[in-house]
């Protein structure tokens, strides 16, 4: 399995407040991405990174913004959480441009949030 | 515009039966990637399958196998003898490499696989 972690697993949290989702990787991956899950939608991007401190924006980024000062953490920010932001969020590294012929994109385990 | 459906929500088959998930996709990039993906009820995304869009063999793998089919632009998967086991979500995505080879997945919705014992 590829050596991805998420944290927290589960979050309850209220709306208005912000709130910080960590992925941590040990495979030195280039790419990271966040995805949220939500019932009928698949997974949809949020935000990816190609770098440390070279991110950009997926389809879904509104109300997100994201950090990346090593290589091994992408951190998700929810400045103001809403209850629209009551979702599934997955991690994922990839490396597309060092590897085009067999890059997969792993996923980390995924982090809960309800937003009350 | 980059586009992947799976028409089919839900299936119900029971335990033996041969069941085939439904992928359709859309892009304008000539290279792009192909990718099944299973979600147990436990949660995490297990890789299945990668497939480019320069080689249009079907794949075989146990009881799995993939058709693709760049004529009719879909990747479809079958599972034979199927088993409880088997039960989880699926999702097809798409990969787009063109100029700017960036790796973001495209979703299609999942399809619910429920194998009845």
């Known amino acids: 399995d590829a050596g991805i972690t998420q944290s927290p697993r589960h979050k309850v949290t209220e709306t208005g407040t912000p709130v910080t989702l960590r992925c941590h990787q040990t495979e030195n991956h280039r790419y990271m991405y966040w995805y949220r899950q939500d019932p009928g939608h698949g997974l949809r991007l949020i935000h990816y990174?190609?770098?440390?401190?070279?991110?950009d924006k997926g389809e879904v980024s509104d109300g997100y913004s994201v950090s990346r000062s090593k290589t091994e953490d992408f951190l998700l920010t929810l400045e103001s959480a809403t209850s629209s932001q009551t979702s599934v969020y997955f991690c994922a590294i990839g490396n597309p441009i060092d590897s085009p012929s067999t890059d997969t994109q792993y996923f980390g385990p995924g982090t809960r949030l309800t937003v009350l | 515009a980059q586009k992947v459906t799976q028409a089919q929500t839900e299936i119900s088959v029971v335990e033996k039966e041969d069941v085939t998930l439904d992928c359709v996709y859309e892009t304008r990039d000539t290279t792009y990637y192909l990718f099944w993906y299973k979600q147990p009820p436990s949660g995490e995304l297990v890789f299945l399958i990668r497939?480019?869009?320069?080689?249009?063999q079907n794949e075989i793998s146990g009881r799995y196998s993939w058709n693709f089919q760049k004529s009719t632009s879909s990747f479809n998967f079958t599972i034979t003898a199927s088993q409880v086991v088997d039960s989880a979500v699926y999702f097809c995505?798409?990969?787009?490499?063109?100029?700017?080879?960036?790796?973001?997945?495209?979703f299609g919705q999942g399809t619910t696989l429920q194998v009845k014992p």
């Open positions: 990174s190609y770098g440390v401190k070279d991110t």
């Open positions: 995505a798409l990969s787009e490499a063109g100029s700017s080879n960036t790796g973001k997945l495209i």
């Open positions: 497939r480019n869009s320069f080689d249009e």
